[in-house]
């Protein structure tokens, strides 16, 4: 998928320098009111940072959830945009802040607000069920929003009451989804530009040589990866698999950032980088890590929250609209408890 992405212009901090962002953001997150919510897949200097400071590190939807229940004035949101406007949509009386604006998603990108409405017009009888990797614009025309953990469930239930889905924009996902239900599906064609490029054969050779390994896979991986797991899930289920199966080395299928919450998890224990295929660009054999979550840093963290600048506004009127399938997904969420 041809999508432009960010250059990486992170440098090493001292540790000097690290623990002076450490003390500053602790002592501004307490000045400002405000609470750090991070996503798994940032740097783990943030991901500590949001523990030790009564913040979460967490999925996209949970981020939303602990801003909006917390007491705090201002949400600062370490993730990808998406992720702060589904903050601002469930807490439109709060402050979001993003360290960075620039923080897109390929899923996102992949996803216009105008392609998508052609798309639903097309198909004015299904059931538009979108992935919560999109941004408010496609969330304001879905009568769902899913994410990796309630996908299944959520088209379980649509297909039982006969409804046909138009699914956007995850393809994996999406044809993981329709794999495992049965359900009648149309798919968006987008993926995620780490998550697609999983090897299968780099991955067959890596189970080789580490036969007692499980092998956990994020279901936006291509279906010949996702063939080769012993654990399909999100964030959070590839977690919990991790510190409650016995084994003691895990092959992992999604973003490198996920190692932090692994291993504090699971100390003792083995994670071994599932394989991908080289960039399409440079060509190199890099670490499976999205370029826009790495935008993300202790320094434009300070900045924000010193500045008050990248606050995420959502016009009220989409807002309005996005928050229906949002309720909609926590509703069913809870139901399920």
Known sequence: ??????????????????????????????????????????????????????????????????????????????????????????????????????????????????????????????????YANTGVGIKAQADWVVTSGIALAVIEHLRERGERILWAPDRFLGAYVQRMTGADMILWQSACVIHERFDADALRALITDHPDAMVLVHPESPPDVVELAHVVGSTTALIDAAEKMSAHTFIVATDAGIFHKMRQAAPGKTFLAAPIAPHPITGKSDEARCPWMGLNDLGNLVSVLETGRNEIHVAEEIRRRAVVPLDRLLAFSASRK
């Open 1 to 130: 998928m041809n999508i432009p992405r960010p250059q990486d212009t992170a440098r090493a901090l001292s540790p000097e320098e690290r623990a002076t962002l450490f003390a500053r953001a602790r002592s501004l997150l307490v000045e400002q009111n405000a609470v750090l919510v991070a996503h798994y897949y940032t740097d783990a200097d943030l991901q500590i940072l949001a523990e030790e400071t009564g913040g979460i590190v967490a999925d996209s939807l949970e981020m939303a959830r602990f801003g909006k229940q917390h007491d705090a004035r201002t949400i600062v949101v370490a993730g990808v945009r998406f992720m702060g406007e589904t903050a601002k949509i469930l807490s439109p009386e709060k402050h979001v802040l993003m360290p960075d604006l620039d923080a897109d998603c390929s899923l996102d990108l992949g996803c216009s607000v105008d392609d998508f409405s052609k798309f639903r017009d097309a198909h004015p009888d299904r059931a538009a069920v979108v």
